[in-house]
């Protein structure tokens, strides 16, 4: 039996499946944003990156050395003024400031360093035999007054005195020195070793720079060119 009044269907409403929608792209924009955001940041960052690497590039090579000094001169400098001002010795409170293991460190190191710069002239070199042989002189005091007792007034000459050639050397002092000398004899005839001639090695050379060149040229081109030499030597070469 019909009812007199119809019932109609419920209607289901769009809006909260366009309210997804609209948060979902919502949300994807702002991600959007962000990555672009942050794509711009990159490419600023690596900008400024090149730029400054290209200032290094065209910098001199030491300068980072040089920009570590300039700031350590000014640390320095300015610390000198503060102990100015309340009146300290500078090098006593650098010292202060200085631990046991860096001081034994540096002392370590200043042992290790080699003060031998090399060969640069005779000079020099005569210069750092006198501070060696120096260096190995140990004062005899018992020598020393025995002979001021002995000399008396003439110990320490004048112009008229008169004791040149009467001094005669210990024998200790004699077996000191032919002991250093032989060290030196020994110490040179290693750095000091001329290679023999070979009368039967053959001469093709015209003087002794000529003749390094040779040997260099022989050393690296050598296998290459020996069965051509023989030839040349036999009088075979085609």
């Known amino acids: 039996m019909a009812s007199g009044s119809e019932v109609s269907a419920p209607v289901i409403s769009d809006?909260?499946?366009e309210t997804a929608a609209s948060q979902k792209r919502e949300e994807r924009l702002r991600k959007f944003r962000e990555l672009h955001f942050k794509r711009n940041e990159a490419r600023k960052l690596n900008h400024q990156?090149?730029?400054?690497?290209?200032?290094?590039?065209?910098l001199p090579s030491n300068w980072e050395a040089k920009k570590a000094r300039l700031e350590y001169e000014l640390m320095v400098d300015a610390k000198k003024k503060e102990c100015a001002e309340r009146g300290e010795d500078y090098e006593r409170v650098k010292l202060l400031e200085i631990s046991a293991e860096d001081a034994d460190r540096w002392e370590k190191k200043k042992k290790k360093k080699n003060p031998d710069p090399g060969f640069s002239g005779y000079a020099e070199a005569q210069l750092r035999q006198y501070q060696r042989l120096t260096k190995q002189i140990k004062?005899?005091?018992?020598?020393?007054?025995?002979?001021?007792?002995?000399?008396?007034?003439?110990?320490?000459?004048?112009?008229?005195?008169?004791i040149h050639?009467?001094?005669?050397?210990?024998?200790?002092?004699?077996?000191?020195?032919?002991e250093d000398v032989e060290k030196q004899i020994e110490k040179r005839s290693k750095y000091s070793r001329r290679r023999a001639y070979n009368d039967d090695a053959d001469i093709d050379y015209i003087n002794e720079r000529n003749a390094k060149f040779n040997k260099k040229a022989e050393r690296f081109y050598g296998k290459y060119t020996a069965e051509i030499k023989q030839n040349l030597e036999r009088g075979t070469a085609v």
């Open 49 to 58: 990156e090149v730029v400054e690497e290209d200032k290094r590039l065209k």
């Open 165 to 178: 050639g009467t001094h005669v050397p210990s024998k200790e002092a004699i077996n000191r020195m032919q």
């Open 15 to 17: 809006e909260p499946a």
């Open 139 to 162: 004062p005899d005091m018992e020598g020393y007054e025995r002979q001021r007792e002995e000399y008396g007034e003439d110990f320490h000459p004048t112009s008229n005195s008169l």
